[in-house]
C-alpha cells in the first residue's frame, strides 16, 4: 500500500516482415483462411455481457464482395442507455482501484493481443479492413500494444509531476479521473485508434461508451475480447455498436459526459462541438473534446532533393492502405528542375504496383474500404480526366469484385486544382509542378491553402534552406518530417496530432493525450497554521 511504484519505460513493439519461409506468415495464413470460413455474430458488449440484437447487418470484405466476414448487431435506445448507467455504476471502485492495478490490467491486454491474439486481430484488420499483412501487423499488434504501453507510462509519469513544498506546507497534486464517463468514437483505418480511445482515458481511471466504426468492427470486437479477458471491470469499457446519429442523440447529450474522445472526419467532429456547445447548460462540467480529424498532407520538395528518396516517400506515403490514413501523402510540390526525373521514377514504379485481395501476400495495397469510399474517389478521378486543369497520369478504379482503386496520379495546372485542396482519403496523388518563379509563393500556398494542418514533409539536403522552410511551414502540420514521408509515425518517438481542421493535437500515445482525461485537485497541507488574523504590518510604529 506504501510502495512508490514506478513502471519501466517501455519499447515499441518489433514489426515482423512476414516474409516467405516465416512462421509468423504461415499462423497468420491459416488465420485468415480460418476467419474466411467461418463467419461470427457480433453483439454489444456492455456491464461485461454480450447482447445480441435484432436489428443487424452484413460485414463484407471490402477486397471481395462476395466473402461476408460477420453479421452485426446494432444497440437501440435501451441499450444505449445501458451502457451509460453501467458505466456510471462501475466508476466508483475503477477509479478507487489504486493505478498499479488498472496498469497491470492494461499491461496484460497488450500482452494478450501481442501473443494470444495477435493473428486474431491481425487477420481480422486484413479482411476486414482490406489491409496488407505488413500494414496489419504495424497496425495490430505493434501499435495496438505500443499505445497502451506508453499510455501507461506517461500515466505514471504524470502522477510523479508534483509541486514544490515549502517549509510548514506539504503541496500535492491529485489527478482526478473525470467526473462523469467519457464517449469514444473510433475509426474504420486503424486498430491502434480502435484500441487507445476507449483504453487511455480508462487508464487513468474513466469509464467509457465505445462506439466502434462499423465497417472496422471486426476487429474491435476482438479487442474488446481482449481487454475483458485481461480484467477490466465490468461497465468500465462498453463496446456499443451504433448508429452514429444515435450517439448524437443519446450519449453527447447526456449530462453526465465528461469527455468525448473521437478520431474521423472534420465534419462530424464539428457538428458533434457544435451539439456539445448548444447543450452546454445540460453538463455537470464542461465535455473535454479530444479529437483528431482530416489532413490534406504535403510533401515539399527543392531542387536538391535526392529524386529516388523522394519517389519513394510519395509512393508509401500517398499509396499504402490506398491512401486511407489521415496522414497520407495526397499534395505534392514539385520544381520544375527535377520533375523530369521524378515524374519518370514515379511512373516506372507505379507501374510495377499490385493491387488485390490482401490474402495475396504479393499485393501492395487492397481495396478502399466501402462503395461510398469507391464512389467519391471514383467522381474526382473522373473529373480529373475530364478537367483542362488536370492530365491524369496513371491510376483508376474497378468495383466489379471489390472496391479497387489503382494508384492514381495527377498532375494539376493549377495549386487551385480541387484535388490539391480537398482530402480524398483514397489512393490519389497530385502534384503541382513549380517554376523557379513561383517558389516564394508555393512555399505560402502549401502553408496556408489547406484547413487542415495534420502532417507534412519537406525533400530538401540544403540545410540553410531546410531552416528557412522549417519555420515557414512550422504551422501547417503537426508532424513534420525532413527527407521522409508524412505518414508512418511511431508511439514513444512522433507524438501525433494535428490543428487547424485537423484537430485539437493532443498528441496520441503522449503524456499530452493522457492529461486530457484527468481534473487535477490542488491539496495544500499546513502543519501549523496562523492562528491570530492580525498581519505583522498592522503594528503601530
Not at 225 to 237: D, L
Not at 311 to 331: E, F, H, L
Not at 359 to 369: H, P, Q
Request: hydrophobic fraction near 40%; proline fraction near 6%; charged fraction near 25%.
Amino acid at each position: 500500500m506504501n510502495s512508490n511504484f514506478h513502471v519501466l519505460s517501455p519499447d515499441n513493439v518489433p514489426a515482423c516482415p512476414m516474409a516467405p519461409g516465416m512462421p509468423e506468415r504461415e499462423a497468420l495464413k491459416k488465420e485468415l483462411e480460418r476467419q474466411s470460413q467461418t463467419p461470427v455474430v457480433i453483439p454489444a458488449i456492455i456491464n461485461g455481457k454480450e447482447f445480441f440484437t435484432d436489428d443487424r447487418y452484413t460485414l463484407a470484405a471490402p477486397h471481395k464482395h462476395s466473402l461476408k466476414l460477420a453479421e452485426c448487431c446494432r444497440c437501440d435506445e435501451k441499450l444505449i442507455k445501458m451502457s451509460i448507467e453501467a458505466a456510471i455504476a462501475a466508476k466508483k471502485d475503477w477509479e478507487a482501484l489504486p493505478k498499479e492495478h488498472r496498469f497491470a490490467i492494461f499491461e496484460k491486454a497488450a500482452e494478450l493481443i501481442e501473443k494470444k491474439y495477435r493473428y486474431v486481430i491481425t487477420a481480422a484488420v486484413m479482411l476486414g479492413q482490406s489491409k496488407t499483412a505488413w500494414e496489419a501487423e504495424c497496425d495490430s499488434p505493434d501499435e495496438v500494444c505500443d499505445l497502451m504501453r506508453y499510455g501507461i507510462h506517461f500515466a505514471d509519469e504524470l502522477y510523479s509531476m508534483q509541486p514544490k513544498c515549502t517549509s510548514g506546507v506539504f503541496n500535492r497534486v491529485i489527478y482526478r479521473p473525470l467526473e462523469g464517463f467519457v464517449c469514444a468514437v473510433t475509426p474504420f483505418n486503424f486498430a491502434s485508434i480502435n484500441s487507445n480511445l476507449p483504453s487511455a482515458p480508462a487508464i487513468m481511471g474513466n469509464v467509457v461508451v465505445w462506439k466502434p466504426a462499423t465497417n472496422a468492427i471486426l476487429g474491435a470486437y476482438y479487442i474488446m475480447k481482449a481487454f475483458v479477458e485481461a480484467g477490466v471491470p465490468a461497465g468500465v469499457i462498453n463496446f456499443v455498436p451504433c448508429r452514429g446519429s444515435d450517439v448524437s442523440k443519446y450519449i453527447l447529450t447526456d449530462p453526465r459526459l465528461a469527455g468525448f474522445h473521437f478520431t474521423g472526419s472534420t465534419e462530424v467532429f464539428k457538428s458533434a462541438w457544435k451539439l456539445i456547445g448548444e447543450n452546454i447548460d445540460r453538463y455537470r462540467s464542461y465535455p473535454r473534446l479530444v479529437g483528431e480529424t482530416g489532413g490534406k498532407d504535403y510533401i515539399f520538395a527543392t531542387e536538391s532533393a535526392n529524386v529516388n528518396a523522394l519517389v519513394t516517400a510519395m509512393i508509401r506515403g500517398a499509396y499504402d492502405y490506398s491512401g486511407q490514413k489521415c496522414s497520407a501523402t495526397s499534395r505534392c510540390y514539385i520544381p520544375a528542375k527535377i520533375w523530369p526525373q521524378v515524374k519518370k521514377k514515379l511512373l516506372e514504379d507505379i507501374a510495377t504496383i499490385k493491387v488485390g485481395d490482401i490474402a495475396d501476400f504479393t499485393n501492395f495495397t487492397g481495396a478502399v474500404i466501402d462503395k461510398a469510399a469507391f464512389d467519391e474517389v471514383a467522381k474526382y478521378i473522373d473529373e480529373a480526366k475530364d478537367s483542362p486543369d488536370a492530365e491524369v497520369l496513371c491510376g483508376g478504379y474497378d468495383g466489379s469484385e471489390g472496391w479497387f482503386v489503382y494508384p492514381t496520379l495527377i498532375r494539376a495546372k493549377s495549386p487551385n486544382y480541387v484535388t490539391m485542396l480537398k482530402e480524398l482519403f483514397g489512393p490519389v496523388m497530385t502534384v503541382y509542378v513549380y517554376g523557379e518563379d513561383e517558389y516564394d509563393a508555393m512555399v505560402d500556398h502549401c502553408a496556408n491553402s489547406s484547413l487542415y494542418a495534420l502532417t507534412g514533409a519537406l525533400f530538401c539536403n540544403d540545410r540553410k534552406q531546410i531552416t528557412d522552410l522549417e519555420e515557414r511551414l512550422r504551422h501547417s502540420a503537426g508532424n513534420f518530417c525532413i527527407n521522409d514521408r508524412p505518414s508512418g509515425a511511431l508511439c514513444g518517438q512522433q507524438p501525433f496530432g494535428g490543428a487547424r481542421g485537423s484537430g485539437t493535437n493532443d498528441k496520441a500515445g503522449s503524456i499530452f493525450n493522457m492529461i486530457r482525461w484527468v481534473s487535477t485537485q490542488t491539496v495544500k497541507d499546513t502543519f501549523c497554521p496562523d492562528e491570530d488574523y492580525r498581519y505583522p504590518y498592522m503594528e503601530e510604529e
